[in-house]
């Protein structure tokens, strides 16, 4: 099974409008992360938000939050007020485990392309 | 600005030839990370160093190795190099260490061709 799934491969939002972006995960681990990065076209990762298993409130970065939903095993990320340098490749990461040494598994992506 | 830095940016080779990606972690960074980016397998994870040690170990094919040396720097190596090794190859640096959000902040990458 995948780790992490991403579902929509593409999607358009209007400038300024709120967007949600889905993952869901699979894991029998009680301990885990997840995080979000973006990849603008120019190709560098950037790290926008991280939520840990065990922590009680969403996560939010600015216009960023995390919608955390652990019994439905989602993580889905809102971005609010969509900006035209939004518009990247979104992708959701997930490391299992107590430590940071452990595998990385990313999303295969969703392409966010906002619109004027 | 990540702070981490890849060379070289572009590297074009032949099949069956092997070829070293280099890596250096932002300042402060123990951990050291390794992905391969393609546009059939994705985002995939190779390898983790955290202080000179091997910690986590992904896809990672036996023709590739990696290593993280005493100043922190590492290098990912490719040998006998086939089509479909050619990706763009990303390395990522964090603190490491403790559980907990450790951020990984990623190099501008290294774009591989093998012709």
């Known amino acids: 099974a995948q780790k992490i799934t991403q579902t929509q491969p593409g999607m358009f939002v209007q400038e300024k409008e709120a967007v949600t972006l889905d993952c869901t995960y699979d894991t029998s681990d009680p301990s885990y992360g997840l995080f979000w990065y973006k990849q603008p076209s120019s190709g560098e990762m950037i790290f926008l938000i991280y939520q840990g298993s065990y922590d009680q409130q969403n996560a939010t970065e600015g216009r960023y939050s995390l919608n955390f939903q652990k019994a439905r095993k989602s993580a889905n990320l809102v971005i609010s007020a969509s900006q035209l340098g939004d518009s990247a490749m979104y992708f959701c990461?997930?490391?299992?485990?107590?430590?940071?040494?452990?595998?990385?598994?990313f999303g295969s992506g969703t392409k966010l392309n906002v619109k004027p | 600005d990540s702070g981490v830095t890849q060379t070289p940016k572009h590297l074009i080779t032949a099949t069956g030839q092997r070829v070293t990606l280099r890596c250096s972690p932002r300042s402060g960074d123990l951990s050291v990370y390794w992905y391969q980016q393609s546009l059939d397998q994705g985002l995939q994870f190779l390898i983790q160093?955290?202080?000179?040690?091997?910690?986590a170990k992904g896809n990672i094919l036996e023709r590739f190795s990696a290593q993280q040396f005493p100043d922190l720097h590492s290098e990912l190596n490719l040998s006998s190099l086939e089509l479909g090794d050619s990706a763009l190859y990303f390395c990522?640096?964090?603190?490491?260490?403790?559980?907990?959000?450790?951020?990984?902040?990623f190099g501008p990458g290294t774009r591989l061709t093998v012709l």
């Open positions: 990522a640096s964090s603190v490491g260490g403790t559980f907990g959000t450790d951020t990984q902040y």
């Open positions: 990461a997930m490391r299992e485990g107590e430590d940071n040494f452990n595998k990385f598994y």
């Open positions: 160093y955290y202080n000179g040690e091997e910690r």
